[in-house]
């Protein structure tokens, strides 16, 4: 993107008219203390375009590529997958790259039919019977769930499972702070259920839990749905690793009501934090409280097959005071790759895939285990786990980094709050993980905590 610099003239016409004296009064509302006073230091005041590429060159050379040499093992929300060379090529075509939103359905056709099959494709996942036209990602998903599930029993309290991703918990906290939800946060826990169980009443509008969730662990959530059903209240379901659902029950035959999903897995590699894609699924009943969008399938007056917006509860299509929500398809592209890469894979590839998967996570997990004092927490999971080390997490991991190898999260880096997690690892297995990856992460772990021992005995 090329910078063109405003001239004086033209900042003074902006400010005119938005009536103000000056570029400081746009800046009134933020507080002192946080706003920056004069250059960053290091930064020039001005460079070249050319000095400036080579700027970010130089920063990017310094990352530690897992796309090209360096093993991976790190997930918690964003998962390093295959995405074929078939995806891109198609999503680049100058039809789908250049289409905007929808708001003139008789010339978007191809849109709304790739929508509709993406909206087909995430309603299969789940298990749910109408799912929406792609929301931002994963956590703004999971927020507008608990929105929506306060709109449909009209309560205002929602409970958090402790085991729901901290980075989606803070997000759904934010969102409800400013929209006068009563959120109660239930503290982080692998294990957490019969302390979830006991805070669900009829006062209770729903109740977020991930699956499988933050620690790694696989669930039954059909009692749990039960019990919410029993009070009146609605069982949202978290699924922040997509290619799981290739192998697990779907929620929605386990009795949610909403499921939210990240589906960067799937069509969508890592990009230094995205973009993403988020999935939302309800039952048919709740359809009219969805966010978002719902392309449809008709036909025209000749009888063609033909789509169409069937549904768009937000403010620039209804009242205001009616909308749901001011969401839109903003990750259309990376829905679009989505639902190529799951239309590649199809339903026998994409359990093929969701197997490979898990059994690259059992090798990893009973290689860990070998490794003296490593003890793996979960008694089920994906393709993800939780390891407890006899040393603490961060220091290992930064020297496993340091020696070429992106060795999990230490679990202590998202709750630094609970110190008894601080030798916790969190380390995933996907299908680009090899057998020379998790040998090679196996031995430098072993003597990475052999290593830091031997510091703290010195």
Same mark, same amino acid.
């Given at each position: 993107?090329?910078?063109?610099?405003?001239?004086?003239?033209?900042?003074?016409?902006?400010?005119?008219?938005?009536?103000?004296?000056?570029?400081?009064?746009?800046?009134?509302?933020?507080?002192?203390?946080?706003?920056?006073?004069?250059? @960053?230091?290091?930064?020039?005041?001005?460079?070249?375009?050319?000095?400036?590429?080579?700027?970010?060159?130089?920063?990017?050379? %310094?990352?530690?590529?897992?796309?090209?040499?360096?093993? $991976?093992?790190?997930?918690?929300?964003?998962?390093?997958?295959?995405?074929?060379?078939?995806?891109?090529? +198609?999503?680049?075509?100058?039809?789908?790259?250049?289409?905007?939103?929808?708001?003139?359905? /008789?010339?978007?056709?191809?849109?709304?039919?790739?929508?509709?099959?993406?909206?087909?494709?995430?309603?299969?996942?789940?298990?749910? *019977?109408?799912?929406?036209?792609?929301?931002? *990602?994963? !956590?703004?998903?999971?927020?507008?769930?608990?929105?929506?599930?306060?709109?449909?029993?009209? %309560?205002?309290?929602? @409970? +958090?499972?402790?085991?729901?991703?901290?980075?989606?918990?803070?997000?759904?906290?934010?969102?409800?702070?400013?929209?006068?939800?009563?959120?109660?946060?239930?503290?982080?826990?692998?294990?957490?259920?019969?302390?979830?169980?006991?805070?669900?009443?009829?006062? +209770?509008?729903?109740?977020?839990?991930?699956?499988?969730?933050?620690?790694?662990?696989?669930?039954?959530?059909?009692?749990?749905?039960?019990?919410?059903?029993?009070?009146?209240?609605?069982?949202?379901?978290?699924?922040?690793?997509?290619?799981?659902?290739?192998?697990?029950?779907?929620?929605?035959?386990?009795?949610?009501? @909403?499921?939210?999903?990240?589906?960067?897995? @799937?069509?969508?590699?890592?990009?230094?934090?995205?973009?993403?894609?988020?999935?939302?699924? $309800?039952?048919?009943?709740?359809?009219?409280?969805?966010?978002?969008?719902?392309?449809?399938?008709?036909?025209?007056?000749?009888?063609?097959?033909?789509?169409?917006?069937?549904?768009?509860?937000?403010?620039?299509?209804?009242?205001?005071?009616?909308?749901? !929500?001011?969401? $839109?398809?903003? !990750?259309?592209? $990376?829905?679009?790759?989505? !639902?190529?890469?799951?239309?590649?894979?199809?339903?026998?590839?994409?359990?093929?895939?969701?197997?490979?998967?898990?059994?690259?996570?059992?090798?990893?997990?009973?290689?860990?285990?070998?490794?003296?004092?490593? /003890?793996?927490?979960?008694?089920?999971?994906?393709?993800?786990?939780?390891?407890?080390?006899?040393?603490?997490?961060?220091?290992?991991?930064?020297?496993?980094?340091?020696?070429?190898?992106?060795?999990?999260?230490?679990?202590?880096?998202?709750?630094?709050?609970?110190?008894?997690?601080?030798?916790?690892?969190?380390?995933? =297995?996907?299908?680009?993980?090899?057998?020379?990856?998790?040998?090679?992460?196996?031995? =430098?772990?072993?003597?990475?905590?052999?290593?830091?021992?031997?510091?703290?005995?010195?």
């Amino acid at each position: 993107m090329r910078y063109l610099p405003h001239t004086p003239e033209d900042r003074r016409e902006m400010l005119r008219v938005v009536g103000v004296d000056t570029v400081e009064d746009l800046f009134t509302d933020v507080p002192d203390n946080a706003r920056l006073e004069g250059p @960053i230091e290091g930064l020039s005041y001005k460079m070249g375009e050319y000095e400036v590429e080579s700027v970010f060159q130089a920063f990017a050379t %310094r990352n530690t590529r897992p796309a090209r040499v360096t093993p $991976c093992f790190i997930g918690a929300g964003a998962y390093w997958h295959h995405v074929p060379s078939s995806v891109d090529h +198609i999503i680049q075509r100058g039809e789908f790259l250049t289409s905007y939103t929808p708001y003139q359905p /008789e010339v978007s056709q191809g849109t709304l039919q790739y929508l509709f099959e993406f909206q087909t494709q995430v309603a299969l996942l789940t298990g749910m *019977d109408v799912a929406n036209a792609s929301m931002y *990602d994963g !956590s703004t998903a999971t927020a507008e769930a608990v929105l929506m599930a306060n709109r449909v029993t009209r %309560r205002s309290k929602a @409970i +958090i499972a402790g085991n729901l991703h901290p980075h989606y918990r803070d997000v759904v906290e934010t969102q409800a702070r400013l929209t006068g939800i009563e959120v109660e946060l239930l503290e982080p826990a692998a294990g957490d259920e019969a302390a979830l169980t006991a805070e669900i009443d009829n006062t +209770i509008s729903c109740v977020v839990v991930q699956n499988p969730d933050f620690f790694g662990e696989v669930r039954d959530l059909t009692a749990l749905a039960e019990r919410c059903h029993e009070n009146g209240a609605l069982l949202v379901v978290v699924v922040t690793e997509v290619v799981s659902l290739g192998l697990m029950t779907p929620p929605g035959e386990m009795g949610a009501d @909403i499921v939210v999903c990240e589906g960067q897995s @799937i069509g969508v590699p890592l990009n230094f934090g995205g973009p993403y894609v988020g999935l939302f699924a $309800c039952r048919d009943k709740y359809v009219r409280q969805m966010p978002g969008r719902l392309a449809g399938e008709t036909v025209d007056a000749d009888g063609n097959r033909g789509w169409v917006l069937t549904l768009s509860t937000r403010e620039q299509h209804i009242r205001r005071e009616k909308a749901t !929500s001011n969401i $839109c398809t903003n !990750s259309g592209l $990376c829905a679009l790759a989505f !639902s190529v890469h799951l239309s590649l894979l199809g339903e026998v590839g994409m359990t093929q895939l969701a197997e490979v998967n898990h059994a690259k996570a059992v090798q990893l997990a009973d290689a860990l285990a070998s490794v003296e004092g490593v /003890e793996v927490v979960n008694t089920g999971f994906f393709n993800e786990f939780t390891v407890k080390l006899p040393v603490a997490a961060a220091p290992v991991v930064e020297w496993l980094a340091e020696n070429k190898i992106l060795g999990g999260l230490p679990i202590s880096r998202l709750l630094p709050q609970q110190g008894e997690m601080e030798n916790l690892l969190l380390v995933a =297995a996907t299908e680009r993980v090899t057998d020379d990856h998790i040998k090679h992460f196996t031995n =430098a772990l072993g003597t990475a905590i052999a290593a830091d021992g031997a510091a703290n005995a010195a």
